[in-house]
């Protein structure tokens, strides 16, 4: 006990730290100006954002996963950077139970079915960039259907109550489902898509279809990419899903699927 909550008090402060790096930049006002060249007057700028900025590295390390989680007081992790587009849910980093995204709209594209719903609705940049994935889609004739994007708290709760009724225990619907809190969808970047062939299903076969194998092609240019691939099953604790789709952004689903890597694997590195 005393050495867990030793580390607890490490990554406190180490979490404070960062917290401390990253909002308080007009704090020394004195040593800022001492540090900066007399041309520039940007005092509330820092020194280091004016040294070669690489946006792309500076997203990158910010979302690193071994700086974006911390145990909440029940001893769960929990994500701090739940309203990264880089934000990474998986069965070890959960989302709070209140936490639903400021920014969700239904994009404009067919759904598999016709009622409204919050199962529509994703974060606006992801939104727009489904829009235009699906605009590209139908210019070439692939038909693709949303089937189920955002997914709050309260939906996740009762899917999982109900399949370990009917699976018998939790561990059997975490097979099929993910725990509350621990579901990608709850961050309103992530999308299943389905198609007509498929009767509307969300089944691994759909991978081998026209509509799949365009959608695995294509996705990554609007910057989506699939996000439980074959053969990384250990990595991502979930089992390949042809039809999960995440944003990510242009640049990192490019590198990502030219790579052959996880989102984990990204932000590991
Ligand atoms: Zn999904």
């Known amino acids: 006990m005393n050495k867990q909550t030793t580390m607890l008090a490490l990554l406190l402060a180490a979490a404070s730290f960062t917290a ?5 930049t007009g704090s020394k006002p004195s040593d800022q100006t001492a540090t900066q060249p007399p041309s520039q ?8 954002a ?3 900025p690489d946006p792309l590295t500076d997203e990158r390390t910010k979302a690193a996963l071994a ?14 950077n739940m309203n990264d587009v880089l934000v990474v849910v998986n069965k070890q980093r959960n989302l709070q139970s209140t936490f639903e995204p400021s920014d969700l709209v239904e994009p404009n594209i067919p759904f598999s079915f016709k009622e409204k719903s919050p199962r529509k609705m994703m974060r606006k940049e992801a939104a727009t960039a489904l829009e235009e994935l699906f605009a590209q889609a139908k210019a070439e004739n692939i038909d693709l259907l949303g089937q189920s994007a955002y997914r709050p708290y309260s939906m996740q709760k009762s ?15 975490n097979a ?8 990608e969808h709850q961050t309103g ?3 299943d898509i389905t198609s007509k062939r498929m009767g509307n299903t969300l089944e691994q076969t759909f991978g081998d279809t026209p509509e799949g194998k365009w959608l695995a092609a294509n996705a990554p240019k609007y910057g989506f990419i699939i996000r439980y691939p074959k053969g990384k099953e250990s990595i991502t604790g979930y089992a390949y899903e042809p039809w999960h789709i995440r944003y990510v952004g242009k640049t ?8 052959g890597i996880t989102l984990e694997e990204y932000l590991s590195q």
């Open 176 to 183: 099929v489902s993910a725990y509350p809190g621990q579901s």
């Open 189 to 191: 970047l992530a999308i």
């Open 67 to 80: 700086t974006t989680v911390m145990k909440n007081n029940s001893g769960v992790q929990e994500v701090t």
């Open 20 to 24: 401390g790096c990253t909002s308080e």
């Open 41 to 48: 007057n940007n005092s509330h700028k820092n020194t280091q």
């Open 50 to 52: 004016q040294a070669q």
């Open 159 to 173: 899917v999982f109550a109900r399949l370990t009724k009917k699976y018998g225990s939790e561990e059997k619907a």
């Open 252 to 259: 990192v689903a490019q590198e990502i699927t030219e790579k």
